[in-house]
């Protein structure tokens, strides 16, 4: 199946700083990636989906300009979370898939746990 | 709105039968997924739904009705890996995943 590495897996940062999370699709390239993040015991809420070469799209409630994403290929998007505070600390993941083009399963990576003191 | 419904939690024995429902009211309807997360990892894929009846595949099955707006997926032979959050989630219109909460299962002897 389909592969997707995000890096880092763990992070822990002080509070103000920036932290970049990279989303990778090893063996295949997709044209839309999705982040998500997800409190302990409480389901997945997606951030934003952002489709390569374009802004992109936040979900209500979500700031752009604290949650930057780049979504500069076919096989790499990143998330960038500027000036952290400790309630930003959760369990973010990424997801692949070229959904409406014949692959609508989205492939997730591993997720990277952040944590902001 | 959009809505994904599915039990909270339930709990079966280890080598016996269960099965998790989820009925859903969507807008527009691409398909619906079944995931598996372990605590503290990402969501797996299980299974894709996008006409009516049963897809099997091993231990798992689920099932579609786009009728009902509704969906189960059955584990047989349950083992105590399969200790796991299942997630319902359904693709819209716009090809966007709509998430249920989750149906925490415990798996005892």
């Known amino acids: 199946g389909a592969v997707v590495s995000q890096h880092p897996s763990r992070v822990i940062c002080k509070s103000g700083t920036s932290v970049k999370i990279e989303c990778r699709s090893l063996d295949f390239q997709a044209t839309t990636m999705f982040w998500y993040r997800q409190f302990p015991k409480k389901s997945l809420m997606l951030m934003a989906t952002?489709?390569?070469?374009?802004?992109?799209?936040?979900e209500q409630g979500v700031e752009k300009d604290k949650f930057l994403i780049n979504h500069a290929s076919l096989t790499l998007s990143t998330l960038t979370v500027t000036s952290a505070h400790p309630e930003d600390s959760s369990f973010y993941i990424c997801?692949?898939?070229?959904?409406?083009?014949?692959?609508?399963?989205?492939?997730f990576g591993p997720g990277t746990r952040l944590t902001v003191l | 709105g959009q809505n994904i419904d599915q039990p909270t939690e339930m709990t079966a024995t280890e080598g016996a039968i269960v099965q998790i429902n989820c009925t859903y009211q969507?807008?527009?309807?691409?398909?619906l997924f079944w995931y598996q997360q372990h605590a503290g990892e990402a969501p797996t894929f299980l299974s894709y739904?996008?006409l009516d009846g049963l897809e099997e595949k091993g231990r798992f099955s689920s099932f579609l009705s786009r009728s009902k707006g509704y969906s189960y997926l059955l584990l047989k032979e349950l083992q105590m890996k399969d200790s796991a959050s299942y997630l319902c989630?359904?693709?819209?219109?716009?090809?966007?995943?709509?998430w249920g909460a989750g149906t925490k299962l415990i798996i005892k002897p």
């Open positions: 997801s692949a898939g070229s959904p409406g083009q014949g692959a609508n399963e989205q492939f």
């Open positions: 989630a359904v693709l819209d219109s716009n090809y966007q995943l709509i």
């Open positions: 952002s489709n390569e070469g374009s802004k992109a799209t936040y």
């Open positions: 739904n996008v």
């Open positions: 969507t807008s527009g309807f691409n398909g």
